[in-house]
């Protein structure tokens, strides 16, 4: 064999190496997926929508149940005045409330109802016992009105605007219940109205001028001094 032909050949066998390694690298680089640009940003922008979905909104979130209060004393409208159970409560005072509409409300006093709303009784029973019978009628009017229903008249600005009514009887805001001759077997039927604002606004300013022009006329005549001889 010539020499230049072992040359050739000795060149060769140097370039496959360099061959093989440089066709090893494309296809490695080939056989990689190429990546879209575009694909990849909304590969992303889907992965951030599926992280919020799966995030509660603040938005959607229900508000907690509020909380329902006891219902009142006084009960719904009735066409029967309900009668007294005897039970081991103590004394019990049943009025039926009856307005000017003519609707019927069963009111119920006993022990455990002046407790619950702390109500300062006058007078215990021989056992220990809260007496509703005890309470004044103002009293009673300020219970009234604290539990005074949504669907009577506008409720007004203080017990002195409710008028209770017995047997035909204006009850006075000082007399004690049991002076009112009310019935303790059953329900006692007191009729229930109130007086208009204005009439009240008036009177308590009229009551205002007389309890002025009282203590005038006191200090006035308070230096006076008559000498008869």
Not at 110 to 137: C, F, H, M, Q
Not at 160 to 185: A, M, Q, V
Not at 196 to 206: K, L, R, T
């Amino acid at each position: 064999m010539s020499e230049s032909a072992a040359a050739a050949n000795t060149a060769n066998e140097n370039t496959k190496p360099e061959q093989e390694s440089s066709w090893t690298s494309n296809t490695a680089v080939s056989s990689q997926p190429r990546r879209d640009p575009l694909s990849t940003e909304n590969t992303a922008q889907t992965a951030s929508a599926s992280a919020s979905a799966a995030e509660p909104s603040s938005s959607s979130t229900p508000a907690p149940a509020i909380q329902r209060l006891e219902s009142v004393a006084i009960g719904p409208s009735i066409d029967v005045d309900p009668k007294l159970v005897t039970s081991d409560a103590g004394p019990v005072l049943l009025i039926t409330l009856l307005l000017t509409s003519g609707a019927r409300h069963p009111y119920k006093l006993d022990e455990k109802y002046l407790t619950k709303r702390n109500v300062v009784v006058p007078a215990l029973t021989e056992g220990g016992r809260k007496d509703p019978y005890s309470i004044s009628v103002y009293t009673l009017k300020e219970l009234i009105l604290r539990e005074w229903r949504e669907e009577w008249e506008t409720q007004p600005s203080s017990p002195s605007s409710i008028r209770l009514i017995y047997f035909g009887r204006l009850l006075d805001d000082k007399t004690p219940l049991k002076e009112c001759r009310f019935n303790t077997e059953s329900a006692n039927v007191v009729h229930m109205t109130v007086r208009p604002q204005d009439i009240v606004d008036e009177e308590d300013a009229s009551k205002s001028k007389a309890l002025a022009r009282g203590r005038e006329g006191a200090e006035g005549t308070a230096g006076c001094r008559c000498v008869i001889l």
